[in-house]
């Protein structure tokens, strides 16, 4: 199957090179042109992140991607952004010597290689335009010294395109390779970047769009790269003739003494994601704790066991058929009664969602049947993917999506969310990514959230591949417009939540063309 159109994909750098080649050949667009549109969503990216006010250092190779620098820099120059620039070796690509005479035109001086620490010493960012998607061979010579260089400056680097030695399909690896905090990626994500081991040199991925016409746009991957135009028809539709039964019931079981804050947030982000009712049945010595966080909500408590959890026989008078979906692992704790819980949440005919320690005990003891006629969604990261896989997790961090994709095939009902900076959804015949994943995220809690907020969608659509794929990229965009006005390091997982009601808002209705923060 291939993909064609509109959609961000993922490319490799034949894909890429043909694509370029058509877009020129069937008179969509010139090369030139495309150079210019290149580096103004370049120039773009760069000032939503680095503003207009910091010197750029711009590095540039001896082909496209180096004509990209040169483009850059003419952008910068009449934007009077103070930069300064310096060539690896003469341009030879048409289009890079169309922009670096261009420059040289408009009275730039570019500095030559052995200026290289100066120019590196003058900037506050540095742009590697120095190999892209033609690297043909591993990175030697004066292009290894001054990646080195690049490398060794402990300044931000934002690669352009793809970090210089590291190849677009992932099958060359050189000993040097530029190790940027920032990739700006043109039109579709290059697969090599994506394994573990590659992305650790690109930093914070984010692929924008130059503008490649549609006609020409097909990859061999199926994979969906999720983004703000794919995602937003996946946001559920809200009624004017509704009531709160039209968006769902739903009962989250889950806490205990030591984890109350857990099912809080799994809680809150449920009910500002639009679910319709939410029932909390919970041990009850958090239960004062968690209804006074969450006055929404309805309560059952039960008794708990001596270390504050829930028992076996907590389930006991529950009606399933209350419930549209049931929401079970968030701060449950280990043992044999949250197994005995989770076994119980599979048998009974309510779809089921199960996070945190519901998937450890379902991994480790393998309670997932081959078949199941309900759906069910699994929300695990590396190691909770590990249970399930039973694949060591430096093994599963390379490559997640194809044990992720094996393990679907095995169960056919499940829709598995394997979580990671950047993080995989798949079913057994639908792949999709999301790509913005954002250090804010990194902190206990943010998982609690993201359950809440993928259960309180599918309560709504009741599809578990739309509610998985717009709640992944809702919770990545609100992390990052929180981390767009305040340090990433400083943001909550409550933060998340409070972020949520500008986060649809902005996904739903307000994009037209241009994300506000991405
Ligand atoms: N849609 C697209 O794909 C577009 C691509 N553009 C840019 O064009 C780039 C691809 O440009 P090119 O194909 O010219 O390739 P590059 O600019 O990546 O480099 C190719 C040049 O470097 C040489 N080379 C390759 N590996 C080397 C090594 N290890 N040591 C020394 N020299 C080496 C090649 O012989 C060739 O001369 C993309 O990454 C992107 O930045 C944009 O300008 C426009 C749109
Ligand atoms: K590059």
């Not at 120019?119 to 030697?140: K, Y």
Request: glycine share 8%; hydrophobic share 40%.
């Amino acid at each position: 199957m291939m993909r064609k159109g509109s959609d961000r994909m993922l490319a490799t750098n034949e894909e890429m090179q043909r694509m370029d080649l058509r877009a020129v050949e069937e008179g969509h667009v010139s090369m030139v042109q495309l150079m210019k549109q290149a580096a103004d969503a370049l120039f773009e990216a760069l000032c939503r992140r680095y503003g207009r006010k910091c010197r750029y250092g711009i590095f540039c190779g001896s082909g496209n991607n180096g004509g990209d620098g040169y483009a850059l820099a003419l952008r910068m120059k009449a934007e009077g952004i103070p930069f300064v620039i310096c060539s690896l070796r003469e341009p030879r690509s048409a289009c890079a010597r169309h922009y670096a005479q261009l420059l040289e035109e408009s009275g730039e001086k570019v500095l030559e290689l052995s200026r290289y620490a100066q120019a590196i010493e003058a900037a506050d960012v540095l742009v590697d335009a120095l190999f892209g998607t033609g690297l043909n061979r591993t990175l030697s010579g004066d292009g290894a010294l001054l990646a080195a260089a690049l490398n060794a400056s402990g300044k931000p680097i934002v690669a352009v395109d793809i970090p210089s030695g590291l190849d677009g399909d992932g099958t060359l690896r050189s000993d040097t390779v530029v190790r940027a905090s920032h990739t700006v990626t043109f039109e579709c994500v290059k697969k090599g970047m994506l394994p573990y081991s590659s992305r650790i040199f690109c930093g914070r991925i984010e692929c924008v769009p130059i503008g490649m016409p549609n006609e020409v746009k097909e990859c061999a991957d199926p994979t969906i790269v999720l983004d703000p135009v794919n995602v937003r028809p996946l946001l559920p539709r809200r009624r004017a003739q509704s009531h709160k039964g039209s968006y769902g019931r739903v009962l989250v079981i889950g806490g205990s003494r030591r984890m109350s804050g857990a099912v809080i947030l799994c809680t809150r982000a449920l009910l500002r994601s639009g679910a319709g009712l939410v029932t909390c049945l919970l041990p009850e010595d958090i239960h004062p704790i968690v209804a006074s966080q969450v006055i929404e909500a309805m309560y059952r408590p039960v008794p708990s066991d001596a270390n504050g959890q829930l028992t076996e026989g907590c389930l006991r008078d529950v009606t399933w058929t209350d419930y549209d979906l049931i929401v079970a692992g968030n701060g449950m704790g280990r043992g044999e009664a949250t197994r005995s819980i989770i076994r119980q949440i599979l048998d009974s005919e309510v779809p089921c969602l199960l996070d945190g320690d519901a998937i450890y005990e379902a991994g480790v003891h393998d309670l997932l049947a081959p078949v199941c006629k309900k759906p069910v969604l699994l929300t695990p990261h590396m190691r909770e993917l590990s249970y399930l896989c039973k694949e060591p997790v430096d093994l599963l961090r390379e490559h997640p999506q194809h044990s992720a994709q094996a393990f679907v095939w095995a169960h056919p009902y499940v829709t598995l969310v394997a979580k990671d900076d950047i993080t995989w959804i798949c079913q057994q015949e639908r792949l999709a990514l999301s790509i913005i994943g954002s250090d804010a995220l990194a902190k206990g809690g943010s998982g609690d959230v993201l359950c809440g907020m993928i259960a309180g969608l599918y309560a709504q659509s009741k599809d578990a591949f739309a509610a998985a794929c717009a709640g992944v990229y809702a919770h990545a965009y609100a992390a990052q417009q929180l981390a767009a006005h305040e340090d990433s390091m400083s943001v909550l997982a409550s933060d998340l939540i409070e972020q949520l009601p500008q986060t649809y808002r902005s996904l739903r209705d307000r994009y037209c063309g241009r994300p506000d923060v991405l």
